[in-house]
C-alpha cells in the first residue's frame, strides 16, 4: 500500500539542525477534499530561512508549530484532483511541505511548464531564488551602467542570478563565494567579471583589487566579516539590499554588528532589508523577465540534486550553512 512519508518538526533546534529534531514517519495518503488536488511532490527545495522557520523568535513568518509538517517550496505533478483548475497530470510548484504527497487548495500554488525547464528550476531560478535576485537588485540596488555591483553567496541560488542580472543591466559583477571551484564557476561559467574567495585568508586586499573604483551595490546575503570587508569599499549613495545574513542563522549567542557602520553614515548610503514578498503585486512581471532571460541563454542555473528522500532532509539542509551546495540545492523525493 502506497503511504506518505513526511517530515514533521519536533522540537526546536539549537545550532544546526539534527536529525532528532524531526519526526519523520509514514502516515496515510491524504485524500483530496472538495476543491482541493493531491501532488505526488518529486523535489523539495531546501532555503537558507528554513532554519529561521522553526525558530521561536518573531519573524516575518508565524514559525512551523510543533508537530506541523515541515514548511517549504517543493514542486511535483498532480495525481489526483477536485479543482476545477488543475487535473492530474499537471505540473505545479508550490508551499507543499516535506512530503512525498500533498493536498492543496491552489493557494500558493502554481502551474508551471516543464517543456521550458526541468521541474527542479521552477523551485530553484525560475521560482522564489529568482524572484528575490531580480527584486533586490532591481528595485533595492538600482544598479547603472557601469558601476560595481558585488553579491556574497555568489555560486548560490540567489547570488548566481544577481551577479548575471547586473551584467545584463550593463554592471560589473563581482561575487564573493567560498573556495576556488565555486570562484572558478561563478567567473568561468558564469560570467561574473571577479570573484573574491572569502576563505583564502586575504578578503579585504583582494576586494579592493577586484574593485578598483570601489562598490556601488552590495548584495548582501551573509552578514558578518564579509559586510564589514565590504562596508570599507562602498561608494557614496551606493545601495545594499540587506537579502539574508546566513553567517548567522545557527548562532546560539547574540551577533555582533558591524564594526563599520560608520561607513553607512559618512557615504550616504541606502540600506534596506527586503522579503521577496514584499513585491507580489510585480510578481508577473519578474517571472516574464527571467523566463525570457533563461530561455535566451542570458541567464545560467545550476541545481545542486541530492537523493535521499525526505529522510535526508535534516542531513542535506545543514549543508546550506556549512557551504557544502554549488547551485539551487534540492531533495529529489
Ligand atoms: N529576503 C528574501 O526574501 C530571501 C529569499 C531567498 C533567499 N534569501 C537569502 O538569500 C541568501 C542566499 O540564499 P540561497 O537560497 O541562494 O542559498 P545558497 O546561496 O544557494 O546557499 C547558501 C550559501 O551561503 C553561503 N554561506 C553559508 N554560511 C556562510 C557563512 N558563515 N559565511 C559566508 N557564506 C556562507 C555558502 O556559500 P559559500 O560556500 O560561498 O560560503 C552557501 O552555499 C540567504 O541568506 C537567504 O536567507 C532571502
Redesign the pocket.
Known sequence: MTMNRVVRLKSRPVGMVKRDDFEIADEPLPEPGEGEFRVKVEYVS????MR?WISPGKSYVPPVELGAVMRSFAAGIVDQSNHPDYKPGDAVAGMLGVQHYALSKGERCFKVDPSKAPLERWIGGLG??GQ??YF?LLEIGTPQPGETVVV?????????LVGQIARIKGARAVG????PE?CRYVVEELGFDACVD??GGNLAEELKAACPDGIDVYFE??????LDAVLARMNMFGRIP????????NSTEPVPGPVNFRSILVNRLTVR??????FQDKMAEANEKLGTWHAEGKLKMRE?VREGGVDAFPDVLN???????????VLKL
Not at 46 to 49: E, Q, T, V
Not at 154 to 159: D, K, M, R
Not at 273 to 278: K, M, Q, T
Not at 319 to 329: A, D, E, F, V
Request: proline share 3%; charged share 10%; glycine share 22%.
Open positions: 531546501l532555503d537558507p530561512a529561521g522564489m531564488p528575490t535576485a533586490g556574497s553567496a555568489a555560486s548560490g541560488a540567489v547570488g548566481s564573493i563565494a567560498g573556495g565555486k572569502y576563505k546575503n551573509v552578514g558578518g566579516e564579509i540587506v537579502c539574508g545574513l546566513i553567517s548567522a542563522y532589508g527586503f522579503i521577496v514578498f514584499d545542486d549543508l546550506l550553512y556549512t557551504g557544502g551546495n554549488l547551485g539551487k540545492l
